[in-house]
T-cell receptor, first 114, second 113 residues
Framework: DTEVTQTPKHLVMGMTNKKSLKCEQH?????MYWYKQKAKKPPELMFV???????INESVPSRFSPECPNSSLLNLHLHALQPEDSALYLC?????????????FGPGTRLTVL | RKEVEQDPGPFNVPEGATVAFNCTYS??????FFWYRQDCRKEPKLLMS???SGNEDGRFTAQLNRASQYISLLIRDSKLSDSATYLC??????????????FGSGTQLTVLP
């Protein structure tokens, strides 16, 4: 099973709202990732968690707050977003070391900020 | 200078054609190499890993030249269902042992009936 699930599939929020994106994998992967993808552009890395610890933050604004409650779950908390934050948010996971390092992507959450 | 460069296309080819995509990367310490495909409004999906010895999966052949820092993908006998964006991806070891993918901008392929 190489499945990464994400909820919700679609999200529309106002600039004053607080919402969360959720990601789950049951492949035993210990690295999880958040990416942002705008139309006709490649995914841009936002955050990397390795063994439930934040290891990479690609200078993402603080209105995006990641959380890794356990090795299977990854959340992205959203607050006071801007319309330019509208994008497809992709979660991915991979083994950390000692095996294939392929990243598997979830289907994404399509976010619209009004 | 972009770290991973691809011809953005678009490539419009007839069914049955052979099409080749090329990619160059700038970081000589890159460890792993992949081609992903992404359909419109969907997530990227792994097409194949790329090995120095070259590898083939059905109609798809991938090649890696580490000396030239060059990766290629060849699609033979193209099908309508091959229409997608093809992303060249290299993998580097980031901090904390987590790997970090760097994506090319993608090459758009449309196979025409």
């Amino acid at each position: 099973d190489t499945e990464v699930t994400q909820t919700p599939k679609h999200l529309v929020m106002g600039m004053t709202n607080k919402k969360s994106l959720k990601c789950e994998q049951h492949m035993g992967h210990r690295a999880m990732y958040w990416y942002k993808q705008k139309a006709k552009k490649p995914p841009e890395l936002m955050f990397v968690y390795s063994y439930e610890k934040l290891s990479i933050n690609e200078s993402v604004p603080s209105r995006f707050s990641p959380e890794c409650p356990n090795s299977s779950l990854l959340n992205l908390h959203l607050h006071a977003l801007q319309p330019e934050d509208s994008a497809l948010y992709l979660c991915a996971s991979s083994q950390v070391s000692g095996g294939p390092d392929t990243q598997y992507f979830g289907p994404g959450t399509r976010l619209t900020v009004l | 200078r972009k770290e991973v460069e691809q011809d953005p296309g678009p490539f419009n080819v007839p069914e049955g054609a052979t099409v080749a995509f090329n990619c160059t990367y700038s970081n000589s310490a890159s460890q792993s190499f992949f081609w992903y495909r992404q359909d419109c409004r969907k997530e990227p999906k792994l097409l194949m890993s790329v090995y120095s010895s070259g590898n083939e999966d059905g109609r798809f052949t991938a090649q890696l030249n580490r000396a030239s820092q060059y990766i290629s993908l060849l699609i033979r006998d193209s099908k309508l269902s091959d229409s997608a964006t093809y992303l060249c991806v290299v993998n580097e070891l980031g901090s904390g042992s987590a790997r970090q993918l760097t994506f090319g901008s993608g090459t758009q392929l449309t196979v025409l009936p």
